[in-house]
């Protein structure tokens, strides 16, 4: 039996990997994908947890469905203001968006 | 009786209607100046009035008190916050009711004075105005039922008194009168604001008994070391210094002369410096217990009483000798209840009220006379070089000034007689020394008294002599800081021979006598001034009976003043007379006949003669340590103020904009950044929660 | 299948006020669709109405017997209660402040009616949520609509960025607060209601496991971004220079409002165990907001730059009441967060005024405005001097409420700074004020001098007049009434079990805190 720590360990690994992802990507698009291996980071938590401890009510199972739903929403949302900020700005550049500063 | 009683629930008209009267004129001044100043006649009736109404009822609350009937309170609940209360209201007792007829008829007859003394002065209607104020906060002291109460009418009183004194505000002498009159009082204010407070945090009351008691109590059980409470009840002693014009804070009393003649009469004789006295009486179960505070009194008083005699000796100018005479006056009030005679020293200031108000009203009589003869210049028309001879002119004014005269220097049946006796009686069973020193007064008392009396209405009238006018203005210009003689170079010097020519500024050569409505007043008091002495004679001491301190019973004071002596009572009156004849005579001899010459005197005791003409030099004492030292000290202050308080606030405000403006630099609009910024505080929490 | 019966089960009863915010939003949004450009005269109206019906629903759950609703995920406690009701205001102050500016930017009002309410819908069922989905649900439905609400003005490239900004920094924060909710379900065994993972984590043991710390941190994490607490706080600055004002107002008062609810909710149900470590953290956060708030915004040129960090500074007062832990400091809370409410609306809704006028946000723009518009200089100098605590203002019985019940629950060294801070608060505001008032008609700034007259009767001026009035006299006089207020915040805290007994484990604890402190002073004799 694979151990839950090694889901835990694998999630928390991913969510890392996001992270830097988030703080380093050069392209908004880069970014937004950041945040969404982030988010199914936690689902996996949440689908190990569930899986492990509480199999019967698939509690957990029920919430990853929610923050997929979500996490679709984010990223829709986000992807309909880059869009609307590449009209604007001709680019998709991190470091170019700094109008607004100090 | 109901319509008594009824009258001790609206005792508190008594010092709101002039009230009424002085917030209406006041009113009509500011608002609608124009048309108040022109409606001079009403406004005075209608004040006057007003006085009156309260005279009445004031004289309703005195004859009810005089039948026995007992002390009427009456409080409100002013302010409270748990435990702490303060109650104001009004309560009328013996002292209170006498004070209030004194009061009340003073002030009507002074008032109706000023119809006649100011009726050509543009600021009639706001002197009538500030009379009444004046009159209502003085009313209001003498009913006030706790300290806390006395203290607010007495910074009201002083106020009014700063309001009359600077009442031709544009001369600069009476600006300066003023503003000395109020720093000196607020000295003595400030003692007795921080007495007040000491001994409420003593004793927890404002009440005047309930100090008295628990003060008592606290010494004995030795709460609180005797040193201590007399030192707190000296404090709440510095308010009458100051008030009532005692050594050291007595110097405002001469320059209050800059104001006019009634108010002169009003506050500075007959009431309001008898406010300090009055607390005194007051705050007698405080005082009575502590041997120490009741010798300090009785020394102030003693010596303040010495040195106004003293120095009205030289006086030149008639209102500053007056004055004077009332700080002398004043200091044997002040010793009286030094000693302990309670009774003595309010019959004193029963007296010297009538006696000096008459006394002030008649010199201002004198003034308005001289006027007509020298023009509006206070350093000619004040000064008694150059009157003489009046009596002819203005007899009325004469023949009561003498009777002033007369009660002052204690010759009986006068007024004066009866009770600066009881004074004497009282103090020499308490301290021969202190006999002494008022026995010698009294008799340099008399002798000033005729000295002014001789020269201002026997002998030749001097004031149409050129010369002395030429002496008397080059003296106000050398006073005002003018160098003059031979080789000066100011041009006011050629102006005086020419002025001493001109007609201009006065009107007749010979002085009238003063119109009804001033002489009126000087024979209303010339009454008392005779017979009030009568109530308080050694062997029918109805006054005593009347007026005793607070807690002791009146059978033993009728069982101690029943054993009347008669021989005492010969050698301590016959002993006062006579010193005060000898200092009759000695005026006489140098005023009147001329046997003795007056300058050849003042040669051989030179410098005495000059301390005393100047004043002891406090003046001039007070200007170098007080005045020059505080500006000094002011400037040194300022110095640190600017230097290291304004430099630390300015320190810190600077550090903050610089901080922020630094701070600001964090948000470089780099959204990555703001990332790396929350995943590294989440990390730093951790690590920090984990550990701790 | 009995609809009515369900219902009755869930106590649907529960959301009527949630349910009326829907059903106005669906009508506004078809209205919308059908009437076209003429809806924007009537559907503003509509939805404060139905804004309105929904604090009247409000009024009416005050004190239901059972709060518990939908098998135990919304709670609508008193404590609920209050902070939809404060969400629901702030909506309903901001729409009619929003109808003019939205109209003369060009694009469509009521779908920025939709969004906004949207976004109201999201932070009133936060302030009830009492399950770990639905939290993480409304959570998300409050921010995405910011998100869009933020960058509404899509020609303008601030608000683009601004929304970007907020989108990533949100997203971001919502992971990691998503990573603790998921690592609270599983250190309580698959409980999701805040209750039953409480009870679990009771039984569980009586010390708190490393990763409940985690737990706790991440989920800080996600609040103290949408409070925007320092460090979690840079995105504030930017997007509230970004945004269109109007949705400013709205993030500034009912966001951070939502904020705070979820905080109180979830710390002190769930975290109990580690009450200490949240203290302390939170106590971090409230010095370094309060400091670092207040310092920046003096340097600040732009208005609503300023205005950001004096709502980064206010959440930092706000916190103490968080931290202290009592019943007067919860209730501290609730009261400076209604008056807050208006203060800030009413400062917003002056700076709506004064752009639309001069199409500025400069605070040296603002020079000589009181010769010009004498209404508007009223409106923010009162608005600003309550935000800096002047008595008799609203503001400063909010701050001395929250100050009185720190310092009485020992709180000293933090209103200690909150009072430094709040002098230098005072600083920047009169800045402002100095600037409109005082300045001499010669030195009037360019954008006043062409000040264009005041047209009154354009569509949409007169419901701005009226929003600026009513925050205006709601400021001045809810101090010196503040009674019902007080009264309202007070008992919104002891109507709360969940609270009650939150408090007094406090006081518990605060007392065996000094019996120890006694016990080892005693000792060494």
């Known amino acids: 039996m694979i151990q839950l720590e090694y889901f835990l360990l694998l999630a928390a690994a991913l969510f890392c990997i996001g992270i830097y992802g988030l703080v380093t990507s050069r392209n908004v698009i880069r970014v937004l994908m950041s945040i969404e291996l982030m988010l199914n980071a936690v689902n996996l938590n949440l689908m190990a947890f569930s899986n492990y401890l509480d199999p019967a009510s698939a509690t957990g199972q029920v919430f990853t469905v929610f923050v997929i739903t979500i996490a679709a929403a984010e990223a829709s949302v986000g992807l309909a203001i880059v869009l609307s900020i590449y009209r604007n700005r001709d680019t998709v550049d991190m470091e170019q968006f700094n109008l607004l500063k100090w | ?692 | 299948m009995d609809f009515s019966a369900l219902a009755a089960q869930l106590n649907a009863g529960a959301i009527l006020p949630e349910g009326i915010v829907i059903i106005t939003l669906i009508t506004v949004l078809v209205g919308d669709l059908i009437g076209g450009r003429a809806s924007s005269r009537w559907t503003p109206y509509l939805a404060i109405a139905g804004l309105f019906a929904a604090i009247v629903a409000l009024v009416y759950q005050w004190d239901t017997a059972n709060p518990i609703a939908f098998l135990g995920g919304f709670n609508s406690d008193a404590l609920s209660v209050v902070f939809r009701g404060i969400i629901v205001l702030s909506a309903m102050i901001t729409v009619p402040m929003s109808i003019r500016y939205v109209e003369q930017s060009g694009t469509s009002l009521a779908e920025f009616i939709v969004i906004l309410m949207t976004a109201t819908l999201g932070g009133m069922v936060l302030s009830g949520a009492d399950e770990l989905v639905t939290i993480f649900v409304a959570l998300e439905t409050l921010s995405i609509s910011s998100y869009l609400l933020t960058g509404y003005m899509k020609r303008d490239p601030r608000s683009n960025e601004a929304a970007l900004k907020y989108l990533l920094i949100g997203a971001a924060s919502s992971a990691i607060f998503l990573y603790g909710v998921s690592l609270l379900y599983g250190l309580s065994g698959g409980q999701t209601r805040l209750s039953a993972i409480a009870a679990q984590l009771a039984a569980d043991s009586s010390d708190a496991p490393i990763g409940l710390v985690v737990a706790l941190v991440f989920v800080i994490a996600g609040i103290a971004f949408k409070i925007a607490a320092v460090p979690f706080h840079q995105w504030t600055p930017d997007v509230y220079e970004g945004s269109p004002t109007p949705v400013v107002a709205f993030l500034s008062v009912g966001s951070k409002a939502a904020g705070f609810a979820l905080a109180i909710r979830l710390l002190v149900s769930v975290f109990p165990l580690v009450s200490e470590q949240w203290h302390f953290v939170f106590t971090a956060l409230a010095i370094l907001s309060m400091v670092l708030g207040n310092v920046v915004a003096l340097a600040q040129t732009s208005m609503k730059r300023l205005l950001a960090y004096s709502s980064i500074a206010q959440a930092g007062f706000v916190m103490i009441g968080l931290i202290v832990g009592t019943e007067a400091g919860y209730a501290s809370m609730v009261f400076y967060l209604l008056v807050y409410l208006f203060m800030n609306l009413g400062g917003f809704t002056c700076v709506i005024l004064f752009s639309l006028r001069t199409g500025t946000d400069q605070i040296s723009e603002y020079s000589g405005l009181y010769q010009k518009d004498p209404l508007l200089t009223l409106g923010l100098s009162i608005c600003l001097l309550s935000l800096g605590g002047i008595p008799p203002l609203a503001g400063f019985f909010g701050k001395l409420y929250i100050f009185w019940a720190g310092w009485q629950a020992g709180a000293y060294g933090l209103v200690l700074v909150g009072l430094i801070t709040s002098v230098i608060s005072i600083y920047y505001y009169i800045r402002v004020i100095k600037m409109m008032v005082v300045k001499e008609p010669q030195e009037m700034s360019d954008s006043v001098k062409n000040y264009p007259p005041m047209r009154w009767n354009l569509p949409g001026m007169r419901p701005l007049q009226v929003s600026l009035v009513v925050a205006l006299v709601a400021t001045s006089l809810a101090g010196i009434l503040s009674n019902p207020l007080f009264t309202l915040a007070n008992d919104s805290i002891t109507h709360t079990p969940l609270l009650k007994a939150a408090i007094a484990e406090q006081a518990a604890a605060m007392v065996s805190h000094t019996e120890t402190v006694e016990t080892i002073a005693i000792a060494p004799q």
């Open chain 2, 1 to 692: 009786m109901e319509s008594i009683e009824a009258i001790y629930e609206y005792a508190w008209l008594v010092p709101v209607l002039p009230l009424v009267g002085a917030a209406i004129v006041g009113t009509g001044l500011i608002s609608y100046s124009q048309t108040t100043s022109t409606l001079r006649r009403p406004a005075a009736v209608f004040i006057v009035s007003l006085t009156g109404a309260a005279m009445v009822l004031s004289f309703l609350l005195f004859f009810s008190q005089v039948q026995g009937h007992e002390t009427y309170t009456r409080m409100i609940e002013w302010a409270s916050a748990g435990d702490f209360r303060i109650t104001m209201g009004y309560t009328i007792d013996h002292l209170a009711s006498l004070m209030l007829v004194i009061v009340t008829t003073v002030a009507f007859l002074v008032m109706v004075y000023t119809d006649g003394y100011m009726a050509h002065d543009p600021g009639y209607v706001r002197f009538y105005s500030y009379l009444s104020l004046f009159s209502s906060s003085m009313l209001g002291l003498v009913i006030s039922p706790n300290l806390l109460q006395v203290y607010v009418f007495w910074e009201l009183v002083g106020m009014c008194s700063y309001l009359l004194i600077g009442f031709w505000y544009g001369r600069k002498p009476a600006a300066d009168a003023c503003q000395k009159a109020f720093v000196t009082n607020r000295v003595g204010d400030f003692g007795l604001l921080l007495g007040m407070l000491a001994l409420f945090w003593a004793t927890g009351s404002f009440e005047f008994e309930v100090m008295g008691d628990r003060l008592t109590e606290l010494v004995t059980t030795g709460g609180l070391t005797t040193g201590l409470a007399a030192i707190f009840a000296i404090l709440v002693f510095l308010g009458p210094v100051a008030k009532s014009a005692q050594f050291p804070l007595h110097v405002w009393l001469p320059d209050a002369m800059e104001g006019p003649t009634p108010i002169s009469a009003l506050i500075h004789a007959a009431t309001m410096v008898a406010a300090g006295v009055f607390l005194v009486a007051r705050m007698f179960p405080v005082f009575e217990q502590l041997p120490t505070v009741m010798t300090v009194v009785a020394w102030t008083g003693a010596f303040t009483a010495f040195m106004g005699a003293s120095i009205a000796i030289t006086q030149n100018d008639i209102k500053k000798g007056l004055a004077y005479s009332t700080m002398s006056q004043l200091g044997y009030m002040v010793m009286a209840m030094g000693v302990g005679a309670y009774g003595a020293g309010l019959f004193h200031l029963m007296t010297h009220a009538y006696f000096k108000a008459m006394l002030f009203l008649g010199s201002g009589s004198v003034i308005h006379g001289m006027e007509e003869v020298v023009g509006h210049n206070p350093a000619l028309a004040q000064d008694m070089r150059l009157m003489g001879g009046l009596r002819k002119y203005m007899p009325i004014t004469a023949t009561t000034f003498l009777i002033g005269t007369l009660a002052i220097c204690g010759i009986p049946p006068f007024a004066g007689f009866w009770s600066k006796d009881e004074i004497l009686g009282s103090t020499f069973e308490v301290s021969p020394v202190l006999w002494a020193v008022g026995w010698l007064t009294a008799g340099i008392t008399a002798f000033y008294m005729f000295r002014m009396y001789f020269s201002t209405f026997e002998g030749e009238f001097r004031g149409t002599n050129k010369e002395i006018q030429i002496q008397l203005k080059r003296e106000q210009l050398m006073a005002m800081g003018a160098s003059l003689g031979p080789g000066a170079m100011n041009s006011k010097e050629l102006t005086l021979d020419a002025e001493a020519h001109d007609d201009h500024g006065h009107h007749s050569e010979v002085p009238h006598e003063s119109p009804i409505a001033m002489t009126f007043p000087l024979m209303a008091l010339a009454v008392p001034s005779v017979l009030i002495g009568l109530l308080g004679t050694p062997f029918a001491n109805y006054f005593e009976a009347f007026i005793h301190p607070p807690g002791e019973a009146v059978e033993a004071l009728a069982e101690a003043g029943g054993a009347f002596d008669w021989s005492e009572f010969l050698i301590m009156g016959g002993s006062s007379v006579g010193i005060g004849l000898i200092g009759i005579t000695l005026a006489v001899m140098m005023y009147r006949t001329r046997q003795l010459d007056p300058s050849a005197i003042a040669d051989r005791i030179k410098p005495l003669y000059q301390l005393s003409k100047n004043k002891w030099y406090i003046d001039e004492i007070y200007d170098v340590v007080f005045v020059q030292g505080s500006r000094k000290l002011a400037k040194q202050v300022l110095e640190i103020d600017v230097r290291i308080v304004d430099g630390l606030v300015n320190l810190a405000g600077f550090v903050t904009l610089v901080s922020g403006e630094g701070l600001k630099y964090l948000e470089n609009g780099r959204a990555q950044f703001y990332a790396l910024i929350v995943f590294g505080a989440v990390l730093g929490l951790v690590l920090l929660s984990g550990i701790t």
